[in-house]
């Protein structure tokens, strides 16, 4: 993902991915892995402003939660 920014000059991107499951809740895993990809990320100098998990029943966005912060300090 972190190429795909590079490749198109991106400083900002969103992550999405579903859960078959149809639970849109993040999983300890899902975010221990988006804790990651933001350190990863703001190293590269590609900001992650969200991460959204789409079910059958509905969309939860991992900003929003509080997971993923807005502070561009690193």
């Known amino acids: 993902m972190f190429a795909s920014a590079f490749k198109n000059s991106a400083t900002f991107i969103i992550l999405v991915h579903n859960h ?11 975010i221990e892995v988006t804790k990651k990809l933001v350190k990863i ?5 590609v900001w992650i402003q969200d ?14 939660h509080g997971i993923i912060s807005n502070k561009l300090i690193q």
């Open 20 to 30: 078959p499951s149809g639970s849109p809740e993040p999983s300890e895993t899902d």
């Open 41 to 45: 990320g703001k190293m590269l100098g």
């Open 51 to 64: 991460h959204v998990i789409i079910g059958s029943d509905g969309y939860t966005s991992m900003k929003a």
